[in-house]
């Protein structure tokens, strides 16, 4: 099986594991949004109060991997990369609706890679302590949802490894 395909899979189970959606009817047949990608998107809590969207995908984490300092693109809704605390109530206002906020990472544009197992490793350490562990990150003290990968460029090279130490740090942290 080829490492793209050996990705793929992974991923799919990590989703299903990590994420425990239950289907339901509702009226905004799970749809998920990019969210950050463009000035005219409104602010986050407006997003969610929409009632149109059941996932809101933080776009994007765009420079990791490789000795790469992380930053984000978030088309000026918090300015250039720094910390954005002003989204942590608006991260806890989309939650406490049910909504899942997820951090996307990769997109269409940026620099990241992963260079190595070790560096899958780093990255995934990164993104858990900042992102996932409730501990105060870039975000403010919030626990993300999960880690969409929207990887459009770069390698395919150790997708895999770091979606294996993504899922072991969960299972570590429970």
Request: net charge negative.
């Given at each position: ?6 990705t793929l899979i992974l991923l799919l189970v990590l989703t299903i594991y990590t994420f425990p ?34 996932i809101v995908l933080l776009a994007f984490l765009n420079n990791f991997g490789g000795g790469t ?77 999960g880690i969409d990968f929207d990887i459009e460029g770069g390698t395919n090279l150790h997708w ?15």
């Open positions: 099986m080829d490492t793209k395909r050996q959606f239950t289907i339901k009817a509702s009226s905004s047949g799970g749809i998920a949004v990019y969210w950050g990608q463009n000035l005219g998107d409104g602010n986050l809590t407006s997003t969610c109060d929409t009632g149109n969207y059941e300092v992380p930053s984000w693109n978030f088309a000026g809704h918090c300015g250039d990369w720094s910390p954005c605390t002003k989204l942590e109530p608006e991260i806890k206002h989309c939650q406490q609706k049910g909504i899942k906020v997820l951090l996307s990472i990769g997109g269409a544009s940026g620099s990241y890679s992963l260079s190595s197992p070790d560096d899958a490793k780093n990255v995934a350490d990164y993104l858990y302590t900042n992102f996932l562990s409730g501990q105060f990150g870039p975000l403010g003290s919030v626990t993300l949802d895999d490894d770091l979606a294996k130490d993504l899922d072991n740090l969960r299972q570590q942290n429970r």
